[in-house]
């Protein structure tokens, strides 16, 4: 702005302050300009290439849909690639994430052989995570034998979003070391990863439970066993899971909770009274609440005292889950019993009638 200052002739003005918001003014101007230049070369680029796909999609796809049927070799896309390679990729990817088996194999070889496969492999490494995302979701699409490494690799990735489509990526195929490698990976991502891969694990839910998952529930570490026993609650499909039953008296408090809410879906799992007894009197209030609601799913009727004497406790959700236990089992007269004296829990044992009539109560 002061080369702008200078550059006014010293006598056009005597006033400085008006010199100064010409300058000022000048400024704004040429930034307004160049602001302007540079949305218009955008709009343009982008009109461009839209024509440019508008003009070669057709003969991709006719091109790309031979090649799938095998009618058409790779070397009859070199020309269409060398003049647009955006969209050949672009379209290539679409066809590719909805082909298996040979199909998808020869459209990988093309890929392969226009160099596409090595430009996603350097774009998976890239300081730019939206081009790593992009990449790995692409690599992801490929037999997962030919670029299992690089999966592997971006499982650890800092971005989450680029583990999660790399899990997804390795769990296309049923591939015993692929889905181990992601089911290794849960305890090094946040809850939030976690939920997010558990839907890709859950289809090869029987092939963990063969061995991942027991091996991980004996585990003297905290991360797998937890990571466990969210799969369990979250898939909520019956697995061959015995070994999560000591996890019951484990001394994490989180452990326990998690044992409890996959209690259900663990079958030859037979936990004793004890485990039950010690969950409804543990200190932590998520444990109790736990144990309170699976043996009202497990209809544990020898438990009823335990669990009416959790009416009155001071948590709330622990007192409404002991209310809500007993209203299951259609003990009501013992809930109006609790409402009629007045007593800590009152609350909670409307809370549990009320709903039971209405057919709103779960457990």
Known sequence: MWVTV???????????????????TLVLIALTSVLG???????????????????????????????????????????????APVVVANVLVEILSMQKGAGQLRLAETAERLGIVDFWRKQA??????????AVTCLG?????????????SLDDPEELVSVVASRGLTREARVEEVNAVFESLPRHSTLVRALISPSLRRH????????????????????ALAALELIRDWQRALPADALVPLLQHPDD????????ALPFALGAQPSIQDFEAGID????????????????????????????????????VAFAAAAALASRGNIAQLEQ???????????????????RVGRLTC
């Not at 699409?141 to 690799?153: D, H, K, N, T, Y």
């Open 37 to 83: 230049l540079s949305m218009l070369g955008l709009k343009l680029r982008t009109q461009r290439a839209l024509r440019r796909d508008h003009r070669f999609r057709p003969a991709i796809v006719e091109t790309l849909t031979a090649i799938t049927l095998g009618t058409k070799q790779a070397d009859s896309l070199a020309s269409i690639y060398r003049l």
């Open 254 to 261: 989180r452990i326990r909770e998690f044992a409890f809410l």
């Open 141 to 153: 699409f490929l037999p997962a034998g030919s670029v299992s490494a690089e999966l592997r690799e």
């Open 338 to 356: 609790v409402v009629v004296s007045g007593k800590a829990g009152t609350a909670a044992a409307m809370e549990a009638i009320e709903r039971f």
């Open 6 to 24: 200078r550059w006014i002739p010293p006598g056009w003005t005597a006033d400085p302050a008006l010199r100064v918001s010409f300058a000022i």
């Open 205 to 224: 839910s029987v092939m963990l439970a063969t061995f991942a998952l027991p091996h991980a529930l004996t585990s003297t570490e905290r991360g797998p």
């Open 125 to 134: 490494i890239s300081r730019n995570p939206d081009e790593r995302c992009r």
């Open 282 to 317: 543990s200190e932590c209030a998520a444990v109790r609440r736990a144990a309170l609601n699976v043996a009202a799913r497990l209809r544990r009727t020898d438990l009823d005292e335990r669990i009416a004497a959790r009416v009155s406790d001071p948590d709330p959700d």
